[in-house]
């Protein structure tokens, strides 16, 4: 498998190449639709047209289509899906200030780790199967446009999916070649105030400040971290009023939550819906509080189905001569839908790299083969 790729390196990278230069911020439904064409284009100059396509329209977030390839053997068996999303945090335009380009072991470029390698791996995996008259399964290649902005139109699709495989394999990146087998949930809060402007000078009384509203908030949200349960909580963005002598007529926060637990995700959802202004603020009915609440993804923790699936994935390593220790990270990704439904999924099988969403996001060439071979081992028959 990894010699396979070895002699196609140069294939590999400009498949990579092709996909990486179609810009696809999760944002923009005219770029993920051109890119979403340009990769099912790929995907069928590779692996021949699929046998079966579906296409979910995704209203304002990216489409979400479905390809599947048949397996080696006749008889009718559960495929085995690679859910790949194919929109990437970069705005439309970051392609012209920072093309992929290749230093030494380092390909970097926007979105190549994060996750467009996973898609080129996905194919290349097929291809080296086939190549080598190696049995696999069915194949189903599920691409989703919105995974990086919450999943809302993919995530259906995707837990119908993995619902009818074998096994769902998640080619996000690695931790340094390491699968992921925990990942934390998470809570996304917008806390606004809306207040009353006024001159801060002439008339104060007449305004009601949202940014001191605002601000007394803002420590009762840190304080429902518990790092001993694994629960953190960032303000990551305070922002409120127009000028220094303006009594503030708004105010906003942006808070992200992460929990390893799901009873924690629900305490501190709750305790967030359920914040309320302190005295005085409470009682002046000018200010008003808004919350938006989302607990986005479930935490992932290993489930008898998984576990089982990781089992077979050190085997496949066994043999490839490497030795596999999962690791828990805080990102969370599309595995989590399909952990929390008991069914079997594998995540952190993609590139060897990092810096995802920043602007060193890279992945290293010595990295392809050993990944793909290892993604194209949970194939085989
Ligand atoms: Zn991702």
Not at 56 to 77: H, I, M
Not at 90 to 106: H, Y
Not at 120 to 140: D, K
Request: proline share 7%; glycine share 10%; with cysteine.
């Amino acid at each position: 498998m990894e010699q396979f790729i070895t002699e196609h390196l140069d294939d590999v990278l400009e498949d990579l190449r092709r996909i990486v230069h179609c810009e696809t911020p999760s944002q923009d439904k005219t770029l993920l639709d051109a890119g979403l064409a340009e990769i099912r284009a790929l995907a069928c100059e590779r692996l021949g047209e699929p046998a079966h396509e579906a296409r979910t329209p995704g209203g304002a977030f990216g489409d979400v289509l479905e390809l599947r390839w048949p397996g080696s053997s006749v008889e009718a068996e559960q495929p085995v899906t690679s859910v790949c999303h194919y929109d990437t945090v970069w705005p439309a335009g970051t392609l012209s200030v920072w093309p992929m380009s290749i230093e030494g072991d380092r390909l970097t470029g926007p979105g190549v780790l994060d996750m467009k390698f996973g898609i080129v791996q996905t194919l290349w995996a097929v291809r080296a199967l086939r190549s080598a008259g190696i049995p696999h399964a069915p194949l189903r290649l599920l691409l989703t446009g919105d995974e990086e902005i919450g999943s809302v139109a993919g995530r259906p699709v995707i837990e119908a999916a993995a619902a009818d495989s074998r096994v769902t394999l998640v080619p996000e990146p690695s931790a340094s070649g390491q699968p992921k087998d925990r990942r934390k949930g998470m809570v996304f809060a917008d806390v606004t105030v809306h207040g009353v402007e006024a001159h801060a000078g002439l008339e104060p009384e007449n305004g009601a400040s949202a940014v001191h509203a605002l601000a007394v908030l803002v420590p009762q949200i840190v304080a429902l971290a518990a790092p001993e349960r694994g629960t953190t909580v960032n303000v990551g963005t305070l922002q409120g009023g127009t000028g220094r002598n303006v009594v503030a007529g708004q105010a906003q926060c942006l808070v992200d939550v992460r929990v390893t637990e799901t009873a924690e995700q629900e305490r501190v959802a709750d305790a967030l819906r359920a914040l309320s202004l302190p005295e005085p603020y409470r009682s002046d009915e000018r200010l008003r509080l808004e919350l938006d609440v989302d607990a986005n993804r479930p935490p992932m923790n290993p489930t008898p189905a998984s576990e089982a699936a990781m089992a077979q994935l050190k085997q496949v390593a066994a043999a490839l001569g490497r030795e596999l220790a999962p690791r828990m990270v805080g990102g969370a990704s599309d595995a989590n839908f399909i952990s929390a439904l008991g069914l079997p999924v594998l995540d952190g099988l993609g590139a060897v790299g990092e810096g995802p969403h920043a602007w060193h996001e890279h992945i290293l060439i010595s990295g392809i083969a050993p990944q793909t071979a290892l993604l194209a081992g949970m194939l085989t028959e």
